[in-house]
């Protein structure tokens, strides 16, 4: 196990299923940190935290719906029941659903408000009064180049809530820094996950899945080595943002 400063740290991982979650748990858990995985599908949280524990590292799972905050309150509670504390969160749970504002999806809006910007804030309810009773902790929010830059037609509401997760992640910087909590917002450009297959329409789904191949989308790992260094950086050193995208990816 490494000897950086994110070994022992108990970090929890929201969407850690899958992509950059899983990616991410993975990694820090060669560190030697002590993750926490949730998400909906517990048979692949389950084997990965199997392939983590078989490699020498300490993972555990808890099946939690973000949208759901009592749920996300047990997540919180089963790392601090388990480990005693919790060090690091990682928002990292999001779905992406693509259509013209005037399909009139509004089902998806919802779903991708609930998920996106709701679940996050679960996510710094349910952690916070452990981080402040700590006087010391880090909240890690996924947002998107999507939160930069509006992707339309198509992307309206996904990168409202993502450009909502900047706006709170700054602001949560802002209200936490004398706290001694860190705050960190991650924005991904392309990424090859299953995040693309979370359209409706399979027309849209054919047409990102093109987009992604083309302009080469970079693996999760490439992500999860950004996390890894802001919560390997020493506690009085804040990465608030890093942007990482395929070097062909123009926007
Ligand atoms: P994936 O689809 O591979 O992973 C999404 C994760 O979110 C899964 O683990 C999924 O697990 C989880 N999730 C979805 N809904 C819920 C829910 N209601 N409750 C709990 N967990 C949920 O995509 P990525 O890894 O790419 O996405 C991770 C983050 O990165 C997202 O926030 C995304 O917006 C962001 N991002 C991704 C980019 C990309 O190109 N891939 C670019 C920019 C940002 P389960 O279904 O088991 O619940």
Same mark, same amino acid.
């Given at each position: 196990?490494?000897?950086?400063?994110?070994?022992?740290?108990?970090?929890?991982?929201?969407?850690?299923?899958?992509?950059?979650?899983?990616?991410?748990?993975?990694?820090?858990?060669?560190?030697?940190?002590?993750?926490?995985?949730?998400?909906?599908?517990?048979?692949?949280?389950?084997?990965? !935290?199997?392939?983590?524990?078989?490699?020498?590292?300490?993972?555990?799972? !808890?099946?939690?719906?973000?949208?759901?905050?009592?749920?996300?309150?047990?997540?919180?509670? +089963?790392?601090?029941?388990?480990?005693?504390?919790?060090?690091?969160?990682?928002?990292? +749970?999001?779905?992406?659903?693509?259509?013209?504002?005037?399909?009139?999806?509004?089902?998806?809006?919802?779903?991708?408000?609930?998920?996106?910007?709701?679940?996050?804030?679960?996510?710094?309810?349910?952690?916070?009064?452990?981080?402040?009773?700590?006087?010391?902790?880090?909240?890690? *929010?996924?947002?998107?180049?999507?939160?930069?830059?509006?992707?339309?037609?198509?992307? !309206?509401?996904?990168?409202?809530?993502?450009?909502?997760?900047?706006?709170?992640?700054?602001?949560?910087?802002?209200?936490?820094?004398?706290? *001694?909590?860190?705050?960190?917002?991650?924005?991904?450009?392309? !990424?090859?996950?299953?995040?693309?297959?979370?359209?409706?329409?399979?027309?849209?789904?054919? *047409?990102?899945?093109?987009?992604?191949?083309?302009?080469?989308?970079?693996?999760?790992?490439?992500?999860?080595?950004?996390?890894?260094? +802001?919560?390997?950086?020493?506690?009085?050193?804040?990465?608030?943002?890093?942007?990482?995208?395929?070097?062909?990816?123009?926007?």
């Amino acid at each position: 196990m490494g000897t950086s400063n994110i070994a022992d740290k108990v970090v929890v991982i929201t969407g850690a299923s899958s992509g950059i979650g899983e990616s991410t748990a993975k990694l820090l858990a060669r560190h030697g940190a002590k993750v926490v995985l949730g998400a909906r599908r517990k048979d692949r949280l389950d084997a990965a !935290v199997k392939e983590i524990s078989a490699a020498g590292g300490t993972a555990v799972s !808890v099946a939690v719906d973000v949208t759901k905050r009592g749920e996300v309150e047990g997540l919180i509670r +089963a790392a601090v029941d388990g480990f005693g504390r919790v060090d690091v969160i990682v928002n990292d +749970a999001g779905i992406m659903s693509i259509a013209p504002i005037d399909a009139l999806k509004v089902e998806e809006w919802d779903r991708m408000i609930d998920v996106n910007l709701k679940g996050l804030l679960y996510g710094v309810a349910a952690v916070l009064p452990s981080m402040q009773k700590q006087k010391q902790g880090h909240i890690i *929010n996924l947002a998107s180049v999507f939160g930069i830059k509006v992707f339309a037609p198509g992307g !309206v509401v996904y990168c409202a809530t993502k450009s909502a997760v900047r706006a709170l992640t700054e602001g949560l910087r802002i209200e936490l820094h004398s706290q *001694n909590i860190r705050c960190t917002m991650i924005s991904p450009g392309a !990424v090859a996950t299953e995040l693309p297959e979370g359209s409706s329409e399979e027309a849209t789904r054919k *047409n990102l899945r093109e987009f992604y191949k083309a302009i080469m989308a970079i693996p999760a790992n490439s992500i999860a080595s950004a996390i890894a260094y +802001a919560i390997e950086q020493p506690a009085d050193v804040e990465i608030d943002e890093i942007v990482i995208r395929p070097t062909a990816q123009d926007f």
